[in-house]
T-cell receptor
Framework: GQQLNQSPQSMFIQEGEDVSMNCTSS?????WLWYKQDPGEGPVLLIA?????ELTSNGRLTAQFGITRKDSFLNISASIPSDVGIYFC????????????FGTGTLLAVQP | DAGVIQSPRHEVTEMGQEVTLRCKPI?????LFWYRQTMMRGLELLIY????????DSGMPEDRFSAKMPNASFSTLKIQPSEPRDSAVYFC??????????????FGEGSWLTVV
């Protein structure tokens, strides 16, 4: 199935470092969502973005909806070991559906 | 409130057997989705329902796969006959009534299927 381009594929960082990951698409989306998946669990919603240019925070997480509506990024500040997991972006096009297209995922490992 | 509830959490079955995965969406949500996750293909949408009606089943891989939603609080995904390549994690997700600003989708914990 179709997927969004998400980068980087993986990151190995030290505790306390900031993290940045992004998602790009050739298509315009009207909603961007960021999810985190822990091992053995389903994806959990972190942040939802509904307007181009929107910048939203959730604790140490900040995400932005790109002006062109074709990209989004997620930043994690002062990473901690429990930030470990796979982060997925997901986009939703305008129209009469709720269909989400997922990114390929970014694996984050945090060294204590 | 309870989230999306899936069963079974894990299933190991022999090739050729019928597999039925079950889902109870979040109460009040009117959209339900079935996704499949594998290492090779990531998260793929198989089918989704709005108000119990299948809207888009273009992701269903073959006729061996079928999904039903007999009422607002229950859905099944059936594979008959199962094959080893069907081994994956199957997620059910639900979403509230769609608004102009879009909707968030909430996932269950997944059903881990292994076909040997």
């Amino acid at each position: 199935g179709q997927q969004l381009n998400q980068s980087p594929q993986s990151m190995f960082i030290q505790e306390g470092e900031d993290v940045s990951m992004n998602c790009t698409s050739s298509s315009i989306f009207n909603t961007w969502l960021w999810y985190k998946q822990d091992p053995g669990e389903g994806p959990v919603l972190l942040i939802a973005l509904y307007k181009a240019g929107e910048l939203t925070s959730n604790g140490r997480l900040t995400a932005q909806f790109g002006i062109t509506r074709k990209d989004s990024f997620l930043n994690i500040s002062a990473s901690i070991p429990s930030d470990v997991g796979i982060y997925f972006c997901a986009g939703q096009r305008s129209g009469a559906t709720n269909k989400l297209i997922f990114g390929t995922g970014t694996l984050l490992a945090v060294q204590p | 409130d309870a989230g999306v509830i899936q069963s079974p959490r894990h299933e190991v079955t022999e090739m050729g057997q019928e597999v039925t995965l079950r889902c109870k969406p979040i109460s009040g949500h009117n959209s339900l989705f079935w996704y499949r996750q594998t290492m090779m293909r990531g998260l793929e949408l198989l089918i989704y329902f709005n108000n119990n009606v299948p809207i888009d089943d273009s992701g269903m891989p073959e006729d061996r796969f079928s999904a039903k939603m007999p009422n607002a609080s229950f859905s099944t995904l059936k594979i008959q006959p199962s094959e080893p390549r069907d081994s994956a994690v199957y997620f059910c997700a639900s979403s509230p009534r769609r608004s102009l600003s879009g909707n968030t989708i909430y996932f269950g914990e997944g059903s881990w299927l292994t076909v040997v």
